[in-house]
Structure formats: C-alpha cells, structure tokens
C-alpha cells in the first residue's frame, strides 16, 4: 500500500548538529525557524502564518542566506496549498515560493559556510519539489536528481543519523512517485535501519509494515 504523502512534507529529527556547529548564534535563531516550519508543514492556517513571520523576521539579519531563503520559499508554498483560497491564488503563491528557492539553490555555488547548512537547503528544496503535484508544476525531475547528489554526498556517512534517515526517507518518497516498489522499499529499511527511533524510522516502520498487508 502506498503512502499519501503530505504535499510538503519535511520530517522533524532533520539535523543534530555537531557542537561547533550549533555553537553559532545564527544556528540558534534558524532552529526557532525550523521547529516552527516542520509543524506547519501539517499544521493549520496560523501555523503557516506563524512561521512565515518568524522566517521574514530572521531574513530581514540575513537576506540572501541560502537556508534562510529556502525556509522562506518553502514556506510560501504552505501558503500556496490554502485551501481557502481559489486555485489560482494558490498556484501563484506556489510558484513564488520556488522562485525564492531557485534563488537558494543559486546561492549555494558561491556560498562556503558550514556544508550541513548546504545539504539543509539541498533538502528542504528537495522534499517541495518531490512532493508537488508534477502534472503542474514539473519540479519531481528536479527534486529527484536533488536527492540523488545528497545520497551520494561526499560526507554522507559523517552526516547524523537524523540527517541520513530524512535523505533516505525522501529517496523512499522519489521512488514511490516513480513507481518503483523495489527502490522504494529498499530506502525505507535504510531509513528504519539508520534512526529506527526517530520520526523518519517510525515512519519507514509504518509503510514497510502495510507493504507486507
């Protein structure tokens, strides 16, 4: 049985950073963006608008910080899924907040700060693309290729495990939309297999027990 995946789905255990890492002021406040971006993702109408101000409130410090923007632009596709508003409206929100992260993912080439930060902005994009529909906005190809280059990122392995199994668990959501049980199911053991206790394995643990219904 397959998953009906939320339309933005971004998993919480994303990222337990290494201590010089965390250590950093800018990591603090975009912490306080993130936990309220994951709970939008699901959430209501205020949640989005919630952490669409505290997002536009940490891009105001950072303008054109690539993970900053893409929180910003994933986030305004929260707002393009409102079903209180007409489609088109939608559609509009939608598409500026791919524009915004087109914008991060530019950025990244010349950006040299610490490279979890990089892969964060890499994977937020990715879990957007994979997770609209394809028929309208064609992003999937994009998205897909996206999480193709982080599992195959040259630090991977020293990535945490929370890091690692969110990889897998969008790899496993690629797979589905491509019809591909085989793939799909294989990184849904890899992300039980990696954090089997996080938010991402309980979830692997969930589909791969109705794949065997």
Do not use: W
Request: glycine content about 6%; charged content about 25%.
């Amino acid at each position: 049985m397959k998953c009906i995946y939320s339309a933005l789905l971004l998993l919480a255990t994303l990222i337990i950073l290494s201590p010089s890492f965390a250590e950093s002021t800018f990591i603090k406040e975009i912490e306080v963006v993130r936990a309220a971006y994951l709970v939008a993702t699901d959430g209501t109408e205020r949640d989005i608008r919630n952490a669409t101000q505290k997002i536009r409130k940490l891009e105001n410090k950072y303008p054109s910080h690539p993970l900053v923007l893409a929180y910003k632009g994933g986030a305004l596709s929260l707002r393009g899924k409102d079903i209180g508003k007409r489609p088109l409206n939608r559609m509009r929100e939608t598409e500026e907040g791919l524009n915004i992260i087109d914008r991060a993912l530019r950025k990244l080439g010349q950006y040299d700060g610490d490279y979890l930060e990089i892969v964060e902005t890499q994977l937020i994009a990715t879990y957007v693309f994979i997770n609209l529909p394809d028929a309208i906005f064609h992003r999937f190809r994009e998205g897909d290729h996206l999480v193709q280059q982080l599992l195959a990122h040259p630090h991977f392995s020293e990535m945490p495990l929370g890091l690692q199994a969110a990889i897998y668990f969008a790899a496993a959501t690629a797979a589905d939309k491509r019809n591909d049980q085989a793939q799909f199911r294989h990184y849904l053991e890899l992300t039980l297999k990696t954090d089997p206790d996080g938010k991402n394995g309980r979830q692997a643990q969930t589909l791969l027990q109705q794949l065997t219904d």
